[in-house]
């Protein structure tokens, strides 16, 4: 039919074939064809990329000529007839041995195939339709999986960052603890040693030489293995007693205009390093019990920044020499007259 002679009804049965091209048989690409030229027979009403379509809207079946012309036009797309009256016989025949599939429809908007070409086409229709709703439902559940799993890594980091944060301020907040009680500790040995030097100007020296001579670190550190859980508490705490006394005789003999130099940073380090060994022995910051290995190794390293700690001492202030021992002999070239 060409297209100065269809009516309102037969532009409806178009539209109508399009639908049901694009939804039922899955050629989503179909259109009604606005380029057909006038009374041609050969005209296509539906056109697609690979599909080809004729629609009747006559009170006639469809005959056999009408067939051959959609035949001829589809070429090797999909060859589709949509028929409101029906088909011959023949038109039947000839249909389904040069596979063109014809479908019968009513004004009320039902349609279905006539031909087993038809009826095929409505199935792979159908396969195709359930194929692509499967694979687009795949697309959609690995997305929203994979959605979900990012939140969820997201959701672990953040909560990993928050963690992290809490464990740093805790123990932010637990050093300045420890630091504001090795401060004062550090302070009030400090005043204590001063005050013993107004009453007895040689105290510092006592206690500089009692700090050098002591082996208490070295027999602790030797025998922590052996120690028990009873005992360790009281030795790490006779160490720790020693380093503060050490901390206090570096800032006596130490003038403040030496506190920038190398060898005093180089002793408060030991100290500390020494102070945080002890602590570690002693199982601070720890959960559960530190076995004895543990500790040994830690007494060790104390034992070493002790070592580093009175040699600075000894330098600062030397052992007092013996009486009665002589002094070496000097050349006589080197003797003042």
Same mark, same amino acid.
């Given at each position: ?54 629609? #009747?809207?006559? $009170? ?5 000529? !009408? /067939?051959?012309?959609?035949? *001829?036009? &589809?070429?090797?797309?999909? =060859? ?18 040069h596979r063109v599939a014809l479908f019968g429809y009513t004004d009320s908007g039902f349609a279905s195939p006539v031909n087993q070409c038809a009826a095929d086409l409505v199935l792979k229709a159908?396969? #195709?339709?359930? $194929? ?5 439902? !795949? /697309?959609?559940?690995?997305? *929203?999986? &994979?959605?979900?799993?990012? =939140? ?72 922590a293995a052996q120690m028990s859980l009873s005992e360790r508490p009281h030795a790490v705490a006779l160490v720790r007693s020693l380093f503060d006394d050490a901390a206090a005789a570096i800032e ?38 530190v076995g004895p290995d543990e500790v040994s190794s830690r007494l060790r390293a104390a034992e070493r920044c002790w070592r580093a700690v009175v040699d600075e001492l000894e330098r600062r202030i ?20």
């Open positions: 039919m060409n297209q100065v002679t269809k009516n309102p009804q037969w532009r409806d049965a178009e539209r109508f074939a399009e639908r049901h091209a694009r939804t039922v048989l899955a050629f989503v690409d179909v259109r009604v064809a606005v380029d057909a030229q006038p009374g041609a027979d050969g005209a296509l009403d539906l056109v697609g990329h690979d599909f080809s379509g004729r629609v #009747e809207h006559q $009170r006639n079946p469809v005959e056999r000529a !009408e /067939i051959e012309n959609l035949r *001829a036009a &589809a070429g090797s797309t999909v =060859a589709t007839f949509y028929s409101r009256s029906g088909f011959t016989k023949v038109a039947v025949l000839y249909a389904e041995e159908q396969a #195709e339709s359930a $194929r692509q709703v499967r694979a687009a439902t !795949e /697309i959609v559940s690995r997305h *929203a999986t &994979a959605t979900r799993l990012e =939140a969820e890594r997201r959701e672990r980091e953040a909560l990993a960052d928050a963690l992290r944060a809490e464990g740093e301020a805790r123990d932010a907040a637990e050093r300045q603890r420890i630091t504001k009680a090795r401060n004062e500790t550090l302070l009030g040995r400090t005043v204590v040693l001063l005050l013993q030097m107004q009453v007895r100007p040689d105290a510092l020296r006592e206690t500089v030489q009692h700090l050098v001579h002591s082996t208490i670190v070295s027999a602790v550190a030797v025998n006596v003999v130490t003038p403040a205009a030496a506190h920038d130099t190398t060898n005093y940073w180089a002793s408060k380090q030991a100290i500390e390093r020494g102070l945080d060994a002890l602590d570690a022995a002693d199982g601070l910051g720890s959960v559960g019990h030397p052992a007092p020499r013996l009486a009665g021992v002589p002094e070496p002999r000097r050349a006589r070239h080197l003797t003042t007259t």
